[in-house]
Protein backbone atom coordinates (compact mmCIF):
# COMPACT_ATOMS: atom_id res chain seq x y z
CA UNK A 1 0.00 0.00 0.00
CA UNK A 2 1.43 3.11 -1.29
CA UNK A 3 2.73 5.55 1.77
CA UNK A 4 0.19 8.67 2.85
CA UNK A 5 1.90 11.63 2.44
CA UNK A 6 1.11 14.72 4.43
CA UNK A 7 2.46 18.61 3.59
CA UNK A 8 2.74 20.86 6.94
CA UNK A 9 2.76 24.65 6.39
CA UNK A 10 2.87 27.04 9.29
CA UNK A 11 4.76 30.28 10.25
CA UNK A 12 6.14 28.52 13.21
CA UNK A 13 9.23 26.08 12.94
CA UNK A 14 8.28 24.85 16.20
CA UNK A 15 4.87 23.96 15.19
CA UNK A 16 5.89 22.37 11.73
CA UNK A 17 8.75 20.63 13.66
CA UNK A 18 6.15 18.87 16.33
CA UNK A 19 3.84 17.98 14.02
CA UNK A 20 6.31 16.63 11.20
CA UNK A 21 7.94 14.47 14.31
CA UNK A 22 4.30 13.20 15.74
CA UNK A 23 3.17 12.42 12.18
CA UNK A 24 6.11 10.42 11.10
CA UNK A 25 5.69 8.69 14.28
CA UNK A 26 2.21 7.42 13.26
CA UNK A 27 3.90 6.05 9.77
CA UNK A 28 2.95 9.09 7.45
CA UNK A 29 5.29 10.32 5.19
CA UNK A 30 5.70 14.45 5.87
CA UNK A 31 7.26 17.23 4.09
CA UNK A 32 6.80 20.75 6.21
CA UNK A 33 7.33 24.39 5.51
CA UNK A 34 7.53 27.73 7.03
CA UNK A 35 7.21 29.43 3.59
CA UNK A 36 3.64 29.81 2.20
CA UNK A 37 5.53 30.48 -1.08
CA UNK A 38 7.70 27.60 -0.96
CA UNK A 39 5.03 25.00 -0.03
CA UNK A 40 3.28 26.47 -3.35
CA UNK A 41 6.16 26.11 -5.42
CA UNK A 42 6.42 21.95 -3.70
CA UNK A 43 2.85 21.61 -4.98
CA UNK A 44 3.43 22.14 -8.56
CA UNK A 45 5.63 19.34 -9.20
CA UNK A 46 4.07 16.70 -6.18
CA UNK A 47 1.46 14.76 -5.32
CA UNK A 48 0.27 14.41 -1.77
CA UNK A 49 -3.05 12.95 0.19
CA UNK A 50 -3.59 15.21 3.07
CA UNK A 51 -2.16 19.46 2.89
CA UNK A 52 -2.42 20.66 7.19
CA UNK A 53 -2.40 24.50 7.46
CA UNK A 54 -1.74 26.79 9.72
CA UNK A 55 -4.68 30.27 9.15
CA UNK A 56 -3.10 32.37 10.11
CA UNK A 57 0.40 33.23 8.10
CA UNK A 58 1.99 36.43 6.93
CA UNK A 59 2.19 37.53 3.06
CA UNK A 60 -0.44 34.47 2.21
CA UNK A 61 -3.32 33.47 4.65
CA UNK A 62 -4.30 29.80 4.75
CA UNK A 63 -7.68 30.66 3.18
CA UNK A 64 -5.95 31.45 0.19
CA UNK A 65 -3.19 28.85 0.07
CA UNK A 66 -6.17 26.16 0.30
CA UNK A 67 -7.67 27.91 -2.99
CA UNK A 68 -4.40 27.53 -4.80
CA UNK A 69 -3.32 23.97 -3.83
CA UNK A 70 -6.92 23.23 -5.12
CA UNK A 71 -6.41 24.64 -8.57
CA UNK A 72 -3.08 21.87 -9.13
CA UNK A 73 -4.54 19.01 -6.80
CA UNK A 74 -8.79 19.08 -6.13
CA UNK A 75 -8.93 15.95 -4.03
CA UNK A 76 -6.50 16.33 -1.92
CA UNK A 77 -7.83 16.28 1.36
CA UNK A 78 -6.77 19.85 3.99
CA UNK A 79 -7.06 20.31 7.60
CA UNK A 80 -6.64 23.68 9.27
CA UNK A 81 -5.26 24.65 12.74
CA UNK A 82 -5.73 27.64 14.23
CA UNK A 83 -5.09 29.50 17.66
CA UNK A 84 -8.11 31.54 16.95
CA UNK A 85 -11.43 29.23 16.53
CA UNK A 86 -14.46 31.07 16.20
CA UNK A 87 -17.37 30.46 14.21
CA UNK A 88 -16.71 32.87 11.04
CA UNK A 89 -13.77 30.81 11.00
CA UNK A 90 -15.87 27.18 10.50
CA UNK A 91 -17.99 28.67 8.38
CA UNK A 92 -14.84 30.03 6.09
CA UNK A 93 -13.02 26.06 6.19
CA UNK A 94 -16.56 24.96 5.15
CA UNK A 95 -17.25 26.87 2.15
CA UNK A 96 -13.83 25.96 0.76
CA UNK A 97 -13.99 22.46 1.44
CA UNK A 98 -12.22 21.40 4.45
CA UNK A 99 -11.97 18.06 6.37
CA UNK A 100 -10.99 19.32 10.17
CA UNK A 101 -10.24 21.92 11.89
CA UNK A 102 -7.69 21.43 14.95
CA UNK A 103 -7.13 24.12 17.48
CA UNK A 104 -4.06 25.01 19.09
CA UNK A 105 -1.89 24.10 21.10
CA UNK A 106 -2.40 20.16 20.80
CA UNK A 107 -3.62 18.77 24.00
CA UNK A 108 -1.55 15.07 22.94
CA UNK A 109 -0.04 14.25 19.96
CA UNK A 110 -2.53 11.54 19.08
CA UNK A 111 -5.46 14.24 18.86
CA UNK A 112 -3.49 15.50 16.13
CA UNK A 113 -2.63 11.73 14.66
CA UNK A 114 -6.94 11.30 15.38
CA UNK A 115 -7.63 14.45 13.13
CA UNK A 116 -5.37 14.22 10.44
CA UNK A 117 -6.92 10.59 10.65
CA UNK A 118 -10.50 11.76 10.50
CA UNK A 119 -9.98 14.59 7.78
CA UNK A 120 -8.31 11.70 5.37
CA UNK A 121 -11.32 9.64 5.75
CA UNK A 122 -13.69 12.34 5.67
CA UNK A 123 -12.49 13.69 2.41
CA UNK A 124 -12.38 9.85 1.37
CA UNK A 125 -16.12 9.45 1.92
CA UNK A 126 -16.65 12.73 0.13
CA UNK A 127 -14.80 11.47 -3.45
CA UNK A 128 -16.49 8.31 -2.77
CA UNK A 129 -20.47 10.07 -2.04
CA UNK A 130 -19.28 12.14 -5.67
CA UNK A 131 -18.14 8.97 -7.61
CA UNK A 132 -21.71 7.24 -6.81
CA UNK A 133 -23.44 10.37 -7.61
CA UNK A 134 -21.03 10.66 -10.99
CA UNK A 135 -21.65 6.69 -11.59
CA UNK A 136 -25.13 6.70 -11.39
CA UNK A 137 -25.68 8.76 -14.68
CA UNK A 138 -23.61 6.41 -16.23
CA UNK A 139 -26.20 3.70 -16.68
CA UNK A 140 -28.05 6.16 -18.47
CA UNK A 141 -25.43 7.48 -20.31
CA UNK A 142 -24.98 3.39 -21.61
CA UNK A 143 -28.34 3.16 -22.39
CA UNK A 144 -28.98 6.06 -24.36
CA UNK A 145 -25.29 5.12 -26.09
CA UNK A 146 -26.21 1.20 -27.08
CA UNK A 147 -29.85 2.44 -28.06
CA UNK A 148 -28.13 5.04 -30.63
CA UNK A 149 -27.03 2.49 -33.90
CA UNK A 150 -26.13 5.17 -36.79
CA UNK A 151 -22.57 6.23 -36.10
CA UNK A 152 -22.49 9.91 -37.45
CA UNK A 153 -25.13 10.31 -34.49
CA UNK A 154 -23.77 8.89 -31.56
CA UNK A 155 -20.42 10.42 -32.00
CA UNK A 156 -22.36 13.75 -31.42
CA UNK A 157 -24.58 12.01 -28.69
CA UNK A 158 -20.56 11.19 -27.32
CA UNK A 159 -20.17 14.69 -27.34
CA UNK A 160 -23.00 15.93 -25.65
CA UNK A 161 -22.60 13.03 -22.97
CA UNK A 162 -19.25 14.33 -22.11
CA UNK A 163 -20.02 17.95 -21.63
CA UNK A 164 -22.98 17.40 -19.94
CA UNK A 165 -21.96 14.91 -17.45
CA UNK A 166 -18.58 16.37 -16.98
CA UNK A 167 -19.62 20.43 -16.41
CA UNK A 168 -17.52 21.33 -18.91
CA UNK A 169 -18.15 23.51 -22.68
CA UNK A 170 -15.47 21.96 -24.50
CA UNK A 171 -15.28 18.40 -25.70
CA UNK A 172 -14.50 16.45 -29.31
CA UNK A 173 -14.02 13.17 -30.85
CA UNK A 174 -11.06 12.66 -33.18
CA UNK A 175 -11.33 9.78 -35.95
CA UNK A 176 -8.24 8.54 -36.86
CA UNK A 177 -7.50 8.57 -41.05
CA UNK A 178 -5.52 6.21 -43.10
CA UNK A 179 -5.51 7.99 -45.83
CA UNK A 180 -4.22 11.33 -44.16
CA UNK A 181 -2.56 9.71 -41.36
CA UNK A 182 -4.27 11.84 -39.21
CA UNK A 183 -6.63 11.83 -37.11
CA UNK A 184 -9.61 14.32 -37.89
CA UNK A 185 -12.18 15.54 -35.65
CA UNK A 186 -15.14 14.01 -36.43
CA UNK A 187 -17.84 15.86 -33.85
CA UNK A 188 -16.76 18.95 -31.73
CA UNK A 189 -17.86 21.18 -29.25
CA UNK A 190 -16.62 24.81 -27.29
CA UNK A 191 -12.57 24.57 -27.78
CA UNK A 192 -11.32 21.91 -29.93
CA UNK A 193 -7.64 21.24 -30.03
CA UNK A 194 -6.58 20.82 -34.24
CA UNK A 195 -3.65 20.37 -36.35
CA UNK A 196 -2.99 16.58 -34.03
CA UNK A 197 -1.17 13.82 -36.62
CA UNK A 198 -0.85 10.80 -34.53
CA UNK A 199 2.53 11.30 -33.66
CA UNK A 200 4.22 11.60 -30.30
CA UNK A 201 5.37 14.42 -30.56
CA UNK A 202 2.17 16.25 -31.77
CA UNK A 203 0.01 17.34 -29.17
CA UNK A 204 -2.15 16.09 -26.45
CA UNK A 205 -4.31 14.34 -29.11
CA UNK A 206 -1.82 12.52 -31.08
CA UNK A 207 0.11 12.12 -28.23
CA UNK A 208 -2.65 10.11 -27.01
CA UNK A 209 -2.92 8.09 -30.10
CA UNK A 210 0.73 7.32 -30.49
CA UNK A 211 1.00 5.99 -26.99
CA UNK A 212 -2.65 4.44 -26.68
CA UNK A 213 -2.50 5.84 -23.02
CA UNK A 214 -5.07 8.66 -21.70
CA UNK A 215 -3.63 11.91 -20.55
CA UNK A 216 -4.96 14.36 -17.80
CA UNK A 217 -3.22 17.80 -17.99
CA UNK A 218 -3.89 20.58 -15.56
CA UNK A 219 -2.95 23.92 -17.19
CA UNK A 220 -1.46 24.70 -13.29
CA UNK A 221 -0.64 21.90 -12.36
CA UNK A 222 2.48 19.13 -12.25
CA UNK A 223 3.26 17.70 -15.24
CA UNK A 224 4.01 18.04 -19.61
CA UNK A 225 4.88 21.57 -19.47
CA UNK A 226 4.71 22.26 -23.16
CA UNK A 227 1.31 20.36 -22.84
CA UNK A 228 0.16 22.96 -20.26
CA UNK A 229 1.14 25.57 -22.22
CA UNK A 230 -0.81 24.57 -25.23
CA UNK A 231 -3.75 24.55 -22.80
CA UNK A 232 -2.79 27.98 -21.61
CA UNK A 233 -2.82 29.26 -24.92
CA UNK A 234 -6.69 28.06 -26.07
CA UNK A 235 -7.60 29.12 -22.84
CA UNK A 236 -8.19 25.90 -21.18
CA UNK A 237 -7.50 24.78 -17.59
CA UNK A 238 -7.76 21.05 -17.69
CA UNK A 239 -7.93 18.78 -20.55
CA UNK A 240 -8.39 15.00 -20.83
CA UNK A 241 -7.85 12.59 -23.91
CA UNK A 242 -8.43 9.02 -24.04
CA UNK A 243 -8.00 6.76 -26.40
CA UNK A 244 -10.75 4.87 -28.38
CA UNK A 245 -9.20 1.50 -29.89
CA UNK A 246 -11.58 -1.26 -31.09
CA UNK A 247 -11.61 -3.27 -33.71
CA UNK A 248 -13.87 -1.24 -36.05
CA UNK A 249 -13.36 2.18 -34.41
CA UNK A 250 -9.91 3.87 -33.71
CA UNK A 251 -9.70 7.51 -32.83
CA UNK A 252 -9.24 9.94 -29.82
CA UNK A 253 -11.95 11.51 -27.35
CA UNK A 254 -11.27 14.71 -25.55
CA UNK A 255 -12.95 16.92 -22.84
CA UNK A 256 -11.42 20.83 -21.57
CA UNK A 257 -12.56 23.34 -18.91
CA UNK A 258 -12.18 26.99 -19.21
CA UNK A 259 -9.76 28.69 -17.33
CA UNK A 260 -12.85 30.51 -15.62
CA UNK A 261 -13.70 27.27 -14.15
CA UNK A 262 -12.12 25.16 -11.56
CA UNK A 263 -9.97 22.10 -13.33
CA UNK A 264 -11.04 18.43 -13.27
CA UNK A 265 -10.90 16.35 -10.37
CA UNK A 266 -10.30 12.15 -10.17
CA UNK A 267 -13.95 11.88 -9.76
CA UNK A 268 -13.76 13.83 -13.02
CA UNK A 269 -11.29 11.56 -14.39
CA UNK A 270 -12.46 8.05 -13.44
CA UNK A 271 -16.54 9.23 -15.18
CA UNK A 272 -14.10 10.31 -18.42
CA UNK A 273 -12.52 7.19 -18.72
CA UNK A 274 -15.74 4.83 -18.16
CA UNK A 275 -17.50 6.87 -20.25
CA UNK A 276 -14.71 6.40 -22.93
CA UNK A 277 -15.56 2.27 -22.52
CA UNK A 278 -18.70 3.04 -23.01
CA UNK A 279 -18.36 5.35 -25.86
CA UNK A 280 -15.62 2.28 -27.89
CA UNK A 281 -19.04 -0.24 -27.21
CA UNK A 282 -21.03 1.51 -28.59
CA UNK A 283 -19.41 2.90 -31.74
CA UNK A 284 -17.79 -0.05 -32.37
CA UNK A 285 -21.80 -1.81 -32.43
CA UNK A 286 -22.82 1.19 -34.40
CA UNK A 287 -20.17 0.27 -37.05
CA UNK A 288 -21.08 -3.07 -36.85
CA UNK A 289 -25.02 -2.16 -37.17
CA UNK A 290 -24.17 0.03 -39.85
CA UNK A 291 -22.46 -3.12 -41.80
CA UNK A 292 -25.53 -5.61 -41.05
CA UNK A 293 -27.74 -2.97 -42.54
CA UNK A 294 -25.33 -2.49 -45.23
CA UNK A 295 -25.18 -7.19 -45.29
CA UNK A 296 -28.79 -7.14 -45.79
CA UNK A 297 -29.54 -4.63 -48.76
CA UNK A 298 -27.15 -6.81 -50.30
CA UNK A 299 -29.17 -9.60 -49.57
CA UNK A 300 -32.46 -8.45 -50.11
CA UNK A 301 -30.64 -7.17 -53.77
CA UNK A 302 -29.26 -10.52 -54.46
CA UNK A 303 -32.76 -12.18 -53.66
CA UNK A 304 -34.38 -10.16 -55.45
CA UNK A 305 -32.41 -11.30 -58.43
CA UNK A 306 -32.54 -14.40 -57.89
CA UNK A 307 -36.85 -14.60 -57.95
CA UNK A 308 -36.30 -12.13 -61.35
CA UNK A 309 -34.07 -15.02 -62.51
CA UNK A 310 -35.68 -17.91 -61.44
CA UNK A 311 -39.30 -16.30 -62.73
CA UNK A 312 -37.52 -15.74 -65.89
CA UNK A 313 -36.53 -19.12 -65.53
CA UNK A 314 -39.87 -20.63 -64.96
CA UNK A 315 -41.38 -18.39 -68.11
CA UNK A 316 -38.84 -20.06 -70.04
CA UNK A 317 -40.29 -23.98 -68.96
CA UNK A 318 -43.51 -22.20 -69.64
CA UNK A 319 -43.04 -21.09 -73.10
CA UNK A 320 -43.23 -24.70 -74.53
CA UNK A 321 -46.69 -25.29 -73.17
CA UNK A 322 -47.81 -21.94 -73.98
CA UNK A 323 -46.24 -21.78 -77.34
CA UNK A 324 -48.72 -24.52 -79.33
CA UNK A 325 -51.68 -23.19 -76.97
CA UNK A 326 -50.85 -19.34 -79.17
CA UNK A 327 -49.89 -21.47 -82.14
CA UNK A 328 -53.66 -23.19 -82.33
CA UNK A 329 -55.62 -20.18 -82.21
CA UNK A 330 -53.20 -18.58 -84.76
CA UNK A 331 -54.16 -21.49 -86.94
CA UNK A 332 -57.88 -21.43 -86.45
CA UNK A 333 -58.01 -17.35 -86.47
CA UNK A 334 -55.54 -17.87 -90.24
CA UNK A 335 -58.39 -20.48 -91.65
CA UNK A 336 -61.50 -18.63 -90.50
CA UNK A 337 -60.14 -15.52 -92.19
CA UNK A 338 -58.98 -17.65 -95.18
CA UNK A 339 -62.77 -18.81 -95.72
CA UNK A 340 -63.94 -15.60 -94.58
CA UNK A 341 -62.69 -13.91 -97.70
CA UNK A 342 -63.75 -16.78 -100.40
CA UNK A 343 -66.61 -15.17 -102.78
CA UNK A 344 -68.24 -18.37 -103.23
CA UNK A 345 -69.26 -19.06 -99.22
CA UNK A 346 -72.11 -17.64 -98.73
CA UNK A 347 -72.56 -14.45 -96.23
CA UNK A 348 -74.54 -16.34 -93.72
CA UNK A 349 -71.38 -18.78 -93.69
CA UNK A 350 -68.72 -15.96 -93.88
CA UNK A 351 -70.20 -14.27 -90.63
CA UNK A 352 -70.07 -17.15 -88.85
CA UNK A 353 -66.18 -17.63 -89.84
CA UNK A 354 -65.50 -13.85 -88.71
CA UNK A 355 -68.01 -14.66 -85.18
CA UNK A 356 -65.14 -17.93 -84.93
CA UNK A 357 -62.23 -15.95 -85.53
CA UNK A 358 -62.76 -13.15 -82.77
CA UNK A 359 -63.49 -15.85 -80.84
CA UNK A 360 -60.03 -17.24 -81.21
CA UNK A 361 -58.61 -13.62 -81.31
CA UNK A 362 -59.97 -13.22 -77.48
CA UNK A 363 -58.56 -16.41 -76.54
CA UNK A 364 -55.03 -15.67 -77.55
CA UNK A 365 -55.35 -12.25 -76.04
CA UNK A 366 -56.36 -13.64 -73.10
CA UNK A 367 -53.52 -15.93 -72.93
CA UNK A 368 -50.59 -13.36 -73.82
CA UNK A 369 -52.43 -11.29 -71.02
CA UNK A 370 -51.73 -14.26 -68.57
CA UNK A 371 -48.17 -14.39 -70.09
CA UNK A 372 -47.86 -10.61 -69.31
CA UNK A 373 -49.78 -10.73 -65.64
CA UNK A 374 -46.70 -13.15 -64.84
CA UNK A 375 -43.91 -11.19 -66.21
CA UNK A 376 -45.11 -8.06 -64.81
CA UNK A 377 -43.36 -7.18 -61.49
CA UNK A 378 -46.95 -6.61 -60.09
CA UNK A 379 -47.22 -4.55 -56.65
CA UNK A 380 -44.08 -5.00 -54.25
CA UNK A 381 -46.46 -3.65 -50.94
CA UNK A 382 -48.76 -6.73 -49.79
CA UNK A 383 -52.29 -6.42 -50.43
CA UNK A 384 -55.05 -8.42 -49.65
CA UNK A 385 -55.28 -11.79 -51.86
CA UNK A 386 -57.92 -14.04 -52.87
CA UNK A 387 -55.98 -17.29 -52.20
CA UNK A 388 -58.42 -19.23 -53.79
CA UNK A 389 -59.12 -17.05 -57.05
CA UNK A 390 -54.92 -17.09 -56.85
CA UNK A 391 -54.44 -20.49 -57.23
CA UNK A 392 -56.77 -21.21 -59.79
CA UNK A 393 -55.47 -18.45 -62.01
CA UNK A 394 -52.11 -20.17 -61.74
CA UNK A 395 -53.89 -23.89 -62.50
CA UNK A 396 -55.73 -22.28 -65.25
CA UNK A 397 -52.25 -21.00 -66.74
CA UNK A 398 -50.22 -24.15 -66.24
CA UNK A 399 -53.19 -26.73 -67.51
CA UNK A 400 -52.41 -27.03 -70.97
CA UNK A 401 -48.74 -27.89 -70.36
CA UNK A 402 -50.09 -30.61 -67.49
CA UNK A 403 -53.04 -32.27 -69.94
CA UNK A 404 -50.44 -32.69 -72.55
CA UNK A 405 -48.32 -34.93 -70.46
CA UNK A 406 -51.46 -36.82 -68.86
CA UNK A 407 -50.94 -35.25 -65.67
CA UNK A 408 -54.59 -34.66 -64.12
CA UNK A 409 -54.60 -32.18 -61.51
CA UNK A 410 -56.97 -32.35 -59.16
CA UNK A 411 -58.23 -29.54 -55.98
CA UNK A 412 -59.84 -29.51 -52.92
CA UNK A 413 -60.31 -26.20 -51.19
CA UNK A 414 -62.08 -25.30 -47.65
CA UNK A 415 -65.11 -23.05 -47.92
CA UNK A 416 -64.66 -19.16 -47.18
CA UNK A 417 -61.19 -19.36 -47.53
CA UNK A 418 -60.35 -16.00 -45.33
CA UNK A 419 -58.19 -13.38 -46.93
CA UNK A 420 -54.32 -12.85 -46.55
CA UNK A 421 -51.48 -9.61 -47.06
CA UNK A 422 -49.25 -10.64 -49.10
CA UNK A 423 -48.04 -9.98 -52.46
CA UNK A 424 -49.73 -12.14 -54.84
CA UNK A 425 -47.16 -11.96 -58.08
CA UNK A 426 -44.58 -13.35 -55.80
CA UNK A 427 -47.12 -16.28 -54.64
CA UNK A 428 -47.94 -16.83 -57.93
CA UNK A 429 -44.33 -17.49 -58.95
CA UNK A 430 -43.90 -19.56 -55.44
CA UNK A 431 -47.25 -22.31 -57.12
CA UNK A 432 -45.90 -22.21 -60.46
CA UNK A 433 -42.53 -23.42 -58.99
CA UNK A 434 -43.93 -25.96 -57.07
CA UNK A 435 -46.68 -27.07 -60.14
CA UNK A 436 -43.69 -26.82 -62.65
CA UNK A 437 -41.32 -28.90 -60.50
CA UNK A 438 -44.38 -31.96 -60.06
CA UNK A 439 -44.68 -31.79 -63.88
CA UNK A 440 -40.89 -32.57 -64.19
CA UNK A 441 -41.20 -35.33 -61.44
CA UNK A 442 -43.78 -37.02 -63.57
CA UNK A 443 -42.44 -37.09 -67.20
CA UNK A 444 -45.12 -40.05 -67.90
CA UNK A 445 -48.12 -38.71 -66.78
CA UNK A 446 -49.60 -38.94 -63.16
CA UNK A 447 -51.68 -37.15 -60.92
CA UNK A 448 -51.36 -33.63 -58.94
CA UNK A 449 -53.29 -32.72 -56.31
CA UNK A 450 -53.78 -28.53 -55.09
CA UNK A 451 -55.56 -28.50 -51.46
CA UNK A 452 -56.01 -25.48 -49.52
CA UNK A 453 -57.45 -25.27 -45.82
CA UNK A 454 -57.55 -22.78 -43.01
CA UNK A 455 -55.67 -24.05 -39.27
CA UNK A 456 -56.25 -21.57 -36.74
CA UNK A 457 -54.63 -18.55 -37.74
CA UNK A 458 -53.02 -20.18 -40.93
CA UNK A 459 -53.83 -21.38 -44.29
CA UNK A 460 -52.10 -24.52 -45.06
CA UNK A 461 -51.95 -25.21 -49.18
CA UNK A 462 -50.45 -28.56 -50.21
CA UNK A 463 -49.05 -29.34 -53.52
CA UNK A 464 -48.67 -33.43 -54.42
CA UNK A 465 -47.71 -35.16 -57.52
CA UNK A 466 -47.84 -39.20 -57.75
CA UNK A 467 -44.53 -39.22 -58.75
CA UNK A 468 -40.95 -41.05 -56.89
CA UNK A 469 -40.96 -38.15 -54.27
CA UNK A 470 -37.81 -36.89 -52.56
CA UNK A 471 -34.87 -39.10 -51.94
CA UNK A 472 -34.03 -38.92 -48.11
CA UNK A 473 -30.75 -38.11 -48.84
CA UNK A 474 -31.67 -34.97 -50.63
CA UNK A 475 -34.26 -34.20 -47.83
CA UNK A 476 -32.10 -31.96 -45.94
CA UNK A 477 -30.80 -29.38 -48.71
CA UNK A 478 -33.36 -29.26 -51.18
CA UNK A 479 -34.13 -25.85 -49.81
CA UNK A 480 -30.27 -25.11 -50.24
CA UNK A 481 -29.41 -22.63 -53.54
CA UNK A 482 -28.24 -24.05 -56.51
CA UNK A 483 -29.20 -27.60 -54.81
CA UNK A 484 -31.02 -29.34 -57.82
CA UNK A 485 -31.93 -33.09 -58.22
CA UNK A 486 -32.86 -33.10 -61.93
CA UNK A 487 -31.21 -32.75 -65.08
CA UNK A 488 -30.54 -28.68 -66.03
CA UNK A 489 -32.12 -27.55 -63.19
CA UNK A 490 -31.21 -24.24 -61.48
CA UNK A 491 -31.67 -25.23 -58.43
CA UNK A 492 -32.52 -21.99 -57.36
CA UNK A 493 -36.75 -22.64 -57.71
CA UNK A 494 -37.26 -24.07 -53.93
CA UNK A 495 -34.56 -21.46 -52.60
CA UNK A 496 -36.65 -18.65 -53.96
CA UNK A 497 -39.68 -19.90 -53.20
CA UNK A 498 -38.55 -20.96 -49.42
CA UNK A 499 -37.33 -16.90 -49.51
CA UNK A 500 -40.50 -15.31 -50.90
CA UNK A 501 -42.87 -17.83 -48.42
CA UNK A 502 -40.18 -16.86 -44.99
CA UNK A 503 -40.73 -13.04 -46.19
CA UNK A 504 -44.65 -13.56 -45.84
CA UNK A 505 -44.16 -14.83 -41.94
CA UNK A 506 -44.77 -17.89 -43.54
CA UNK A 507 -42.90 -21.95 -44.11
CA UNK A 508 -42.60 -24.03 -46.75
CA UNK A 509 -41.67 -27.44 -45.85
CA UNK A 510 -41.52 -31.24 -47.51
CA UNK A 511 -44.29 -33.37 -45.34
CA UNK A 512 -42.40 -36.43 -45.85
CA UNK A 513 -45.37 -38.80 -44.05
CA UNK A 514 -48.40 -38.33 -47.08
CA UNK A 515 -47.01 -40.44 -49.77
CA UNK A 516 -47.01 -41.55 -52.21
CA UNK A 517 -44.78 -38.80 -54.19
CA UNK A 518 -43.72 -35.11 -52.97
CA UNK A 519 -45.86 -33.24 -50.84
CA UNK A 520 -44.96 -29.41 -50.61
CA UNK A 521 -46.69 -27.69 -47.50
CA UNK A 522 -47.43 -23.75 -47.90
CA UNK A 523 -48.22 -22.53 -44.34
CA UNK A 524 -49.01 -18.77 -44.45
CA UNK A 525 -50.27 -16.59 -41.69
CA UNK A 526 -53.68 -15.22 -42.27
CA UNK A 527 -52.95 -11.54 -40.76
CA UNK A 528 -49.94 -11.39 -43.53
CA UNK A 529 -46.49 -10.35 -42.39
CA UNK A 530 -45.84 -10.76 -38.80
Known amino acids: MAETRILVVDDEPGITLLCERLLVRADYGVTSFTDPKEALSYVEHNKFDLLLVDIRMPEISGFDLIFQVKQFQPDTAVLVMTGFGTVETAIQALRQ ?7 KPFKTGEELVQAVRQALDDNQKKRDIARIQALRPLFDITETLLAETRPERLVELVVIAICGHLRCNNAGFYKYSANENSLILQSGRGITLTGNISAAGSGMVGRTDAFGIPFWVNAGGPGDEGLQSDLMVLGLSSAFCAPISRQNVHGVLYAGRNTDV ?5 VDWEMFLL ?11 AVLYE ?11 SQQALIRAEKMAAAGRLTASIAHEINNPLQSLQNCLHLATRREVPA ?5 YIDLANHELIRLMNTVQRMLDFYRPGAVDPQQVNLEILLRRVIKLLTPQLKAHAIHISTGFSS ?23 YDAMPDGGDLRISARQILDNVEIFVQDSGPGVKEENRSHIFEPFVSTKEGGTGLGLSVSYGIIAAHGGSLDLVTDRGPGACFRVTLPVKGES
Do not use: C, H, T, W
Not at 97 to 103: A, E, N, S
Not at 262 to 266: K, L
Not at 275 to 285: I, L, S, T
Not at 421 to 435: G, K, Y
Open 97 to 103: GVDGLLL
Open 262 to 266: APFRE
Open 275 to 285: MARQAAVAMEN
Open 291 to 301: ELREYVRRVEG
Open 348 to 352: KKQRE
Open 416 to 438: KLPMIMAVSSQLEQVFINLILNA
